[in-house]
């Protein structure tokens, strides 16, 4: 079936440096990819997202970046601060089958630690 | 604080028992999901919904139902039949569909012991 494989699975910086955190996905028709931050005991919340019409986005500190032909597409946070510690979760949506809807598949996530 | 709501927060079961989790949203959107978050899987799909009186399996619905009667309610029922229920479970909601931002819901963490 779909899947979105999400890498690394953990990642540690330092402040100040840049963290990137990587996702494939399997269906060629997948044409929305958001990604997603959950702070501890925290609900997700959208940080940015990218449409197959487009190869990257920026939005300050935050790019993603998509690669259509590898079906891969890449966040990119620069100048990370303690406070963008969290787990992120990519996903690709995914089109409808057999009468159901668009949905999206959720990578497993990557939990960011930025140390001081 | 508007949005979309869940409860209650932390919910207990005797094993055997069903139990119904509550989803409310008053953003006037159509679709509507439930995800289970595990450690380390990520958040996977139980059941979505776009129209009222309408609602699709996900990847993991056995031993779940739903029932879509309001298009601000979007209840989930686990039944005795799921095997490991204790879980995370996220509600999200949606303008029109899967390629349109997904807002999230707090979260039920739900134990059966």
Redesign the interface.
């Known amino acids: 079936?779909e899947n979105v494989e999400?890498h690394p699975?953990t990642l540690s910086v330092q402040e100040g440096d840049s963290a990137v955190i990587k996702c494939t996905y399997s269906d060629s028709a997948s044409?929305?990819f958001?990604w997603?931050k959950q702070e501890l005991g925290?609900?997700?919340?959208?940080i940015i997202?990218i449409?197959s019409n487009v190869g990257e986005k920026k939005d300050q500190r935050i790019a993603v970046t998509l690669n259509k032909t590898a079906k891969h597409f890449s966040l990119h946070i620069t100048e990370t601060q303690p406070e963008d510690s969290a787990v992120y979760?990519c996903?690709a949506?995914?089109g409808p089958r057999s009468g159901?809807?668009?949905?999206?598949?959720?990578?497993?996530?990557t939990r960011l630690a930025v140390h001081p | 604080d508007g949005g979309i709501t869940q409860s209650p927060k932390y919910l207990f079961r005797k094993e055997g028992q069903n139990v119904t989790l509550s989803c409310e949203q008053n953003l006037n959107h159509d679709a509507m999901y439930w995800y289970r978050q595990d450690p380390g899987q990520g958040l996977r799909l139980i059941y979505y919904s776009q129209i009222v009186n309408d609602f699709q399996k996900g990847d993991i619905a056995e031993g779940y139902s739903v029932s879509r009667e309001k298009k601000e309610s979007f209840p989930l029922t686990v039944t005795s039949a799921q095997k490991n229920p204790t879980a995370f479970y996220l509600c999200a909601s949606s303008s029109f569909g899967g390629t349109y931002e997904q807002y999230f819901g707090p979260g039920t963490r739900l134990t059966v012991t």
């Open positions: 079936g999400q699975s044409n929305y958001p997603y925290k609900r997700p919340q959208l997202d449409r979760f996903a949506s995914i159901g809807y668009n949905k999206l598949i959720f990578g497993a996530g």
